[in-house]
């Protein structure tokens, strides 16, 4: 959402620190568990079936589709709403089935991060760090590109979503002047609506 501007620099780069710091930090308490029950961590490794080039490949592409979703269920305001997270964790199971045997389906380089730091297993590190950043950059763009709401709209959707009179944030104020004037607010000039 970084790359598209949908939240600032700043927000975007505090937002990565967290994941990646949360990502050493969870692999680090998982590692005082006996190594015969937690196998590496979950630490990834590429097929030896697959080249370095296509293992990026298939990061870049299982990223891309989530992230592509992820925008059109969660991101965009013309989304299905509560139904998101069922496609959004659809598209995960999907891009699973479809990459665990080729790459151990990252698509996260702080998911793969933690695990590297305590198993100190770098082996391959690059592809789940180019493909993931670059499979969500480009997903970012075009989703932005094919289904674009600008921004005057984006701020028309927003600012009618704060301010419509269904929200339930103004509830206890329509209540309170109907009670004291006797008259709705729909009879009243709506100052919040400029």
């Known amino acids: 959402m970084m790359v598209v501007r949908i939240i600032p ?26 190594r015969a029950l937690h196998n590496g ?3 990834h490794s590429v097929s030896p079936n697959i080249s370095e080039l296509d293992a990026v490949m298939f ?8 992230v592509f979703v992820i925008f059109g269920t969660a991101v965009d305001s013309r989304g299905p709403g509560n139904t998101a997270p069922i496609v959004i964790g659809f598209t995960v199971f999907v891009d699973h089935l479809v990459g665990v045997p080729f790459t151990g389906a990252s698509m996260n380089p702080a998911r ?11 082996d391959g590190f690059r592809v789940y760090l180019f493909g993931p950043l670059l499979g969500a950059a480009c997903a970012a763009v075009a989703y932005t590109q094919f289904f674009p709401v600008g921004r005057k709209q984006e701020e028309e959707i927003t600012s009618t979503k704060i301010h419509s009179m269904e929200n339930p944030m103004f509830e206890h104020s329509r209540k309170f002047d109907k009670s004291v004037s006797g008259i709705s607010r729909h009879d009243s000039p709506n100052i919040f609506m400029v």
Do not use: C, H, N, R
């Open 9 to 34: 620099v700043m927000k975007g780069v505090m937002y990565i620190m967290a994941q990646l710091l949360g990502a050493i930090a969870g692999a680090g308490l998982l590692s005082g568990i006996p």
């Open 41 to 43: 961590l979950g630490a």
């Open 59 to 66: 990061e870049f592409f299982l990223t891309f589709a989530l």
């Open 112 to 122: 793969t991060l933690g695990p590297a730091v305590w198993e100190d297993e770098w």
